[in-house]
């Protein structure tokens, strides 16, 4: 059984309903060439979530970690809101969502940019 990309699956997903969304690393000042909020997905360590008896692994369980940059706090927090309900709508393709707490704020990395994150328990088959 292959495991999916979640980190790709997640980029395209969000980017669809128009977030600008990258996965791993962000680009240098992103904050100055494109529009914010900006979303990061970086996909973690994860693990087997159930395997069939003496047989193969059946689903994995992926953790992503879900950072949303925003010019302010409350742009930061409704694009947080709607990258948690747009990960409710996940459900499907192999993917099942088990775990999308509230986006809770983060330290900023700079006076100019706000973020809030959460990270995001996925069942994949």
Known sequence: MASLDVEALLVQFFGGFGLRTFGGDLPPRFEETGPLPVVRVIALPGGELA???NGPRLADRAEVDVDVFGADDEQTADAAARVQNLTEQLAGAGISVLRAPA????????DKIRRRGAVLTLATR
Not at 103 to 110: G, L
């Open 103 to 110: 986006f809770t704020r983060r330290p900023d990395w700079n």
């Open 51 to 53: 395997r069939a008896w």
